[in-house]
């Protein structure tokens, strides 16, 4: 399991340990006779086959030439097993680009475009030195923060020893009486998202607990999407 | 016109046409563009590991083969379980014949889940109908051997339906105590827009 520091009620805070066991798992193909079968990467199409390319060099001819000559299909390289690739960046006359400027290009749900900004990575934040993940006080009942957010990722957090073994039992009783969820915060302020791993998708996160007798489930919730409508 | 899924609840049917719920249609999204000391703009694209083949961004492809390397039409192939040893059932999908609500679950069965999609559902009569209950039933998009534990529950924000795995929280004691091997898990996910002023 992973490390989380995560500080409670009482601003007290402790290393423990957060994880999953869970696995959907891969279905296996087999062909007739029971071998199995391999997925693998393959080449489709090189720079002289790709779309682009064909369009500007037969014009309105393409269609036929397709029919004809099957120009889209490079037979050297078509279908040959590739690993071990590195992503580039092309040039317009299709030469390997250094020293390439990456900037994002924000835009809105209806395709207007709102900013452009340098590229920025995310930073992990859940296992800092003197910054641990805040219990921030917020309380969302469970009924309406399940009704609220898709929690895309849920992991089991876990003590380490006896001590955290209290500290984080108090936690979950403390939610299941309250039958509700705390929100999380990271960074210095308690009031950033959670970034679980260096450039990573940061989350808003709840912690959910669970009690029976003296064993316990302290759950970290989290989300990046709100249930909100669409337009369709 | 989208296709429609056919609830029965109560003696009644109600279709609704199930809409991805996703990121980009609530927030907006983000394009890294990359430009060039000329400022052109330039395409992604990928080299062979040799330096050899410039493999313009598309031009990959998830090819089945067997052992020696030939293709394979997956459509003769058949799917068995992780460990290769049992044949998995095919299920219908689930717009081929109306779906039969009448297993209610609990706040526990529903928040346990990994979702692999959410639907947004329109049909007041159906949302009406549903409430405050949650109900569970069998999911299969496409059909096929890929299926998943669906929950219908309705929401301020409309009726959804969650499409997911089952995913175990146990009950821990103090002797379950386990330990820190601080593997950081991989990013396979690209970092994009949200708007967190949603708090």
Redesign the interface.
């Given at each position: 399991?992973?490390?989380i520091n995560l500080s409670n009620e009482q601003k007290r805070d402790a290393?423990v340990?957060f994880?999953?066991?869970?696995h959907?798992?891969?279905?296996?193909?087999?062909?007739?006779d029971g071998?199995?079968?391999?997925?693998?990467?393959?080449?489709?199409?090189?720079?002289a086959t790709?779309?682009d390319a064909l369009i500007e060099k037969f014009g309105a001819a393409l269609a036929d030439e397709l029919v004809k000559a099957d120009p889209e299909i490079d037979m050297e390289?078509f279908?040959?097993?590739?690993?071990?690739?590195?992503?580039?960046?092309?040039?317009?006359k299709?030469k390997?680009?250094?020293?390439?400027?990456?900037?994002?290009?924000?835009?809105?749900?209806d395709g207007t475009e709102?900013e452009?900004r340098p590229?920025?990575?995310?930073q992990?934040n859940i296992a800092l030195d003197g910054v641990p993940v805040r219990w921030t006080g917020k309380l969302i009942p469970?009924?309406k923060a399940?009704?609220?957010f898709?929690?895309?990722?849920?992991y089991?957090v876990?003590?380490?020893?006896?001590l955290?073994?209290d500290f984080l039992y108090a936690m979950a009783k403390k939610l299941a009486d309250a039958d509700a969820m705390m929100?999380l915060g990271g960074g210095a302020k308690g009031v950033e998202?959670l970034v679980?791993?260096?450039?990573?998708?940061?989350y808003?996160a709840f912690l959910?607990g669970?009690?029976?007798g003296?064993?316990?489930?302290l759950?970290l919730?989290l989300t990046?999407?709100?249930?909100?409508?669409?337009?369709? | 016109m989208a296709k429609e899924l056919i609830f029965k609840l109560s003696g009644s049917n109600f279709a609704a046409?199930p809409?991805k719920?996703?990121?980009?249609?609530?927030?907006?999204?983000?394009?890294?563009?990359?430009?060039?000391?000329n400022g052109?703009?330039?395409?992604?694209?990928?080299?062979?590991?040799d330096d050899s083949?410039?493999?313009?961004s598309?031009?990959?492809?998830?090819?089945?083969?067997?052992?020696a390397?030939r293709?394979?039409d997956?459509s003769?192939?058949?799917?068995?379980?992780?460990?290769?040893t049992e044949a998995?059932p095919v299920f219908s999908s689930s717009f081929d014949a109306p779906i039969e609500l009448k297993t209610k679950a609990t706040?526990?069965e529903?928040?346990?889940n990994?979702?692999?999609s959410?639907y947004?559902l329109?049909n007041p009569d159906l949302a009406t109908a549903v409430g405050a209950d949650i109900y569970k039933f069998e999911f299969s998009y496409r059909g096929g051997?890929n299926h998943n534990d669906a929950y219908l529950?309705?929401?301020?924000?409309?009726l959804?339906l969650?499409a997911g795995?089952k995913?175990?929280?146990?009950?821990?004691?103090?002797a379950?105590?386990?330990?820190?091997?601080?593997?950081?898990?991989?990013?396979d996910?690209s970092?994009?827009?949200?708007d967190?002023s949603?708090?």
């Amino acid at each position: 399991m992973r490390k989380i520091n995560l500080s409670n009620e009482q601003k007290r805070d402790a290393e423990v340990a957060f994880g999953t066991t869970f696995h959907r798992p891969s279905p296996v193909y087999k062909t007739t006779d029971g071998s199995k079968s391999v997925s693998q990467r393959s080449v489709k199409a090189t720079l002289a086959t790709a779309d682009d390319a064909l369009i500007e060099k037969f014009g309105a001819a393409l269609a036929d030439e397709l029919v004809k000559a099957d120009p889209e299909i490079d037979m050297e390289t078509f279908g040959r097993k590739v690993e071990g690739i590195k992503k580039v960046y092309l040039t317009p006359k299709g030469k390997v680009a250094y020293g390439v400027s990456l900037n994002e290009h924000v835009y809105l749900p209806d395709g207007t475009e709102k900013e452009v900004r340098p590229e920025t990575d995310t930073q992990a934040n859940i296992a800092l030195d003197g910054v641990p993940v805040r219990w921030t006080g917020k309380l969302i009942p469970r009924d309406k923060a399940m009704r609220m957010f898709m929690f895309k990722r849920s992991y089991q957090v876990q003590h380490v020893n006896g001590l955290t073994y209290d500290f984080l039992y108090a936690m979950a009783k403390k939610l299941a009486d309250a039958d509700a969820m705390m929100l999380l915060g990271g960074g210095a302020k308690g009031v950033e998202p959670l970034v679980m791993a260096g450039g990573g998708t940061p989350y808003r996160a709840f912690l959910e607990g669970r009690v029976d007798g003296d064993k316990y489930a302290l759950i970290l919730r989290l989300t990046n999407m709100e249930l909100k409508p669409i337009n369709v | 016109m989208a296709k429609e899924l056919i609830f029965k609840l109560s003696g009644s049917n109600f279709a609704a046409a199930p809409v991805k719920l996703e990121r980009k249609k609530i927030y907006g999204w983000t394009d890294t563009v990359a430009t060039d000391k000329n400022g052109d703009v330039c395409q992604s694209a990928y080299l062979s590991p040799d330096d050899s083949l410039i493999i313009p961004s598309g031009g990959l492809k998830q090819a089945t083969v067997d052992v020696a390397g030939r293709w394979l039409d997956k459509s003769s192939l058949k799917a068995f379980s992780e460990d290769g040893t049992e044949a998995l059932p095919v299920f219908s999908s689930s717009f081929d014949a109306p779906i039969e609500l009448k297993t209610k679950a609990t706040k526990e069965e529903f928040l346990d889940n990994d979702w692999e999609s959410v639907y947004q559902l329109v049909n007041p009569d159906l949302a009406t109908a549903v409430g405050a209950d949650i109900y569970k039933f069998e999911f299969s998009y496409r059909g096929g051997v890929n299926h998943n534990d669906a929950y219908l529950i309705n929401t301020p924000g409309g009726l959804f339906l969650f499409a997911g795995d089952k995913q175990e929280f146990p009950l821990v004691a103090l002797a379950d105590e386990t330990t820190i091997d601080d593997t950081e898990e991989p990013v396979d996910e690209s970092i994009d827009e949200l708007d967190f002023s949603m708090f």
